[in-house]
Structures are given as structure tokens and as C-alpha cells.
């Protein structure tokens, strides 16, 4: 595998929408050909993100958010935060996923159909955690058959092989803190869903953070000012910069927006709930 570069332009152009030859071998898994453009930058920044299978779980959370830490207003409106790159490449990112996960909130105020329309390939699994079942089965990822849909209850609140429309009940235990991330990731991955694109909100990203389940993750900050709303990453408080996350990283400049990329399985300072 090439080193992973530090700083690049946002390979926008192609292939999107209809495909090319370097993001076919991506969706493809095709190392043979992947391995003939080391310097391309579509591989460099998605081979090392199409590494998960059934050996080796890959987690990724991916966030927008506003130059002062914010997904979206108190009211919950975050269309559109990030401008169009960041779109498309949350499309490659779940086109190359076996799953995409948000969490009740983002279903209530977008109704996303997180599908994948900007760029060649397949719709994930669609999973949705409601552990008290807020959701009344009205939107959009319940009525459409674009993929296949799992609700995530907690246990004692579904029964498995109950259904919300299209969408098919699956009970998991409670933890300390709501729903186990780690927890997650094992009943997914007993459905062969192995590469997992957890998309929001920031409550969500935040669990899997603090659980130590995320094995990268990527913000990407537009050039915009809140000043409220709902925050991005919110972790238990810290009284000492030394126990802050400081993993390596990697920067990419989408368009107006820059997206970080924090790899937390190559941890460079001191980590708290970083993955082991
Ligand atoms: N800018 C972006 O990248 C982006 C991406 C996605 C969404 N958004 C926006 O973000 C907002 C929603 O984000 P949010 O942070 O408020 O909420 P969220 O993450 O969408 O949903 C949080 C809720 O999901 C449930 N949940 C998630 N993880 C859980 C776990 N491990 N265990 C138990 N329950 C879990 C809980 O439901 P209960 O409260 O029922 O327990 C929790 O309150 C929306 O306004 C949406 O538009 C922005």
C-alpha cells in the first residue's frame, strides 16, 4: 500500500458520476489493478478505506461542521452545511461501505435516503438506531426498497424478525451508555456487514468515538459560522490537554470545505477511547 498523503485536492472531476477505471477497481476490491496508479489520487485516498472484510472490521464516522464544532442549527436544518465535494465523496464513501448508520435524530429532521446517487455503485444496508423506538415508520428509509434497511432496538423493545415496513427489527442489548457500539459492530458484523460508514448525528459518532469502534474518522470543517446548534463530537470532559485524542491524520481540501481524517488505529499522542 502507498504512503498515505498528507494534503490533497479532492479528486472531484472524475469519475463521478458515471465511474472510471481506478474507481471500478476500488468498488471492485481488484488489488491487481488498484496497484498500477500508486499515485492516483481517487486510490490513495479510498484503497486504504476499502481494507475492511470479514478478517478485519473498518468503522468510519464521517461529519460536516461548521468552523465552531456545529453538524447542524438547534432546529436541527444541516442542508447544506458542506458544499458539493463533500457530498459526492459521502457518496463514494458509501458506496464503498457494506453498511451506512445514523442515529434516530438524523432520520427525524433529514428523512435521508442514504443511498448512493452521486457516483457509481451499490446502496449499503441501511441501519438506524432507535433503541426506544421514536420512529414511526413513515420515513423514508421504512417505505422505499432502494437497500435493505435494519432498525436497531433496545433489548425488550422489538422482537428480531419484527418489521417497520421494509425495514427489519433487530433488538441489541444496552450498555452503560445506551447501545454498546462495539456491540453494534459484532451483530453487523453476523450479517456480514464488515466495512461501516457511521454518517451522523454527532450524538452517535460521538458513542462509537467514546467506545473505542471507530477505527477513522473524518470532519469535514466548512468555512461557516454558527454560533449554536448541535455540536459535532462531545466526549466526557477532560481537565488535562494530555488525555485529548491526538491521532495521526491525513487533509483534504474539498473545494471551499477541508476534511480531517483521524486514523485511531495508528494512535501518534496520548489516546482516550481511541481504538485498540
Ligand atoms: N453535518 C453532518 O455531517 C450531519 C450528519 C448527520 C446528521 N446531521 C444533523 O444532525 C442532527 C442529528 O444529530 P444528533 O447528534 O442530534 O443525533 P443523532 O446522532 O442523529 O441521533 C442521536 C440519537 O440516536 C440514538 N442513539 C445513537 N447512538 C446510540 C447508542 N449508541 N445507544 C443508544 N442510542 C443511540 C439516541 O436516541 P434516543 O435519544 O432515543 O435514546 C440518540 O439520542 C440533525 O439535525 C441532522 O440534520 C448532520
Not at 158 to 174: I, L, M, N, S, W
Not at 234 to 249: A, F, H, K, V, Y
Request: proline residues 7%; glycine residues 12%; aromatic residues 2%.
Amino acid at each position: 500500500m502507498p504512503p498515505e498523503p498528507d494534503v490533497t485536492a479532492y479528486p472531484s472531476a472524475e469519475p463521478a458520476p458515471a465511474g472510471g477505471a481506478q474507481w471500478q477497481a476500488l468498488l471492485d476490491g481488484d488489488t491487481t489493478a488498484l496497484a498500477q496508479w500508486p499515485d492516483d489520487p481517487l486510490v490513495s485516498l479510498y484503497a486504504p478505506l476499502c481494507a475492511g472484510g470479514p478478517d478485519r472490521a473498518l468503522v468510519v464516522g464521517h461529519l460536516a461542521q461548521s468552523l465552531d464544532g456545529r453538524i447542524a442549527t438547534a432546529s436541527g436544518m444541516s442542508r447544506w452545511l458542506s458544499g458539493g465535494e463533500d457530498l459526492l465523496h459521502t457518496h463514494r464513501m458509501r458506496a464503498i461501505s457494506d453498511a451506512v448508520l445514523v442515529g434516530v435524530n438524523t432520520v427525524l429532521h433529514d428523512d435521508p435516503q442514504l443511498t448512493v446517487r452521486r457516483c457509481l455503485g451499490r446502496n449499503p444496508v441501511r441501519v438506524v438506531i432507535d433503541p426506544e423506538r421514536r420512529l414511526d415508520g413513515t420515513q423514508r428509509v421504512f417505505v422505499d426498497d432502494a437497500a435493505p434497511t435494519l432498525l436497531l432496538v433496545a433489548a425488550g423493545r422489538g422482537q428480531e424478525g419484527e418489521r417497520v415496513g421494509h425495514a427489519q427489527v433487530v433488538p441489541v442489548e444496552r450498555g452503560a451508555r445506551g447501545l454498546d457500539p462495539r456491540e453494534i459492530c459484532r451483530v453487523l458484523a453476523r450479517r456480514g456487514l464488515h466495512r461501516l460508514l457511521v454518517e451522523g448525528g454527532g450524538i452517535t459518532v460521538s458513542r462509537f468515538l467514546e467506545a473505542g469502534a471507530l477505527h477513522r474518522l473524518q470532519v469535514t470543517v466548512a468555512p461557516v459560522i454558527l454560533g449554536s446548534g448541535r455540536p459535532a463530537i462531545t466526549l466526557p470532559e477532560i481537565s488535562d490537554l494530555g488525555l485529548s485524542l491526538r491521532p495521526r491524520t491525513r487533509r483534504m481540501v474539498l473545494g471551499d470545505d477541508v476534511m480531517i481524517e483521524c486514523d485511531f488505529e495508528t494512535v501518534a499522542g496520548a489516546g482516550r477511547g481511541a481504538h485498540g
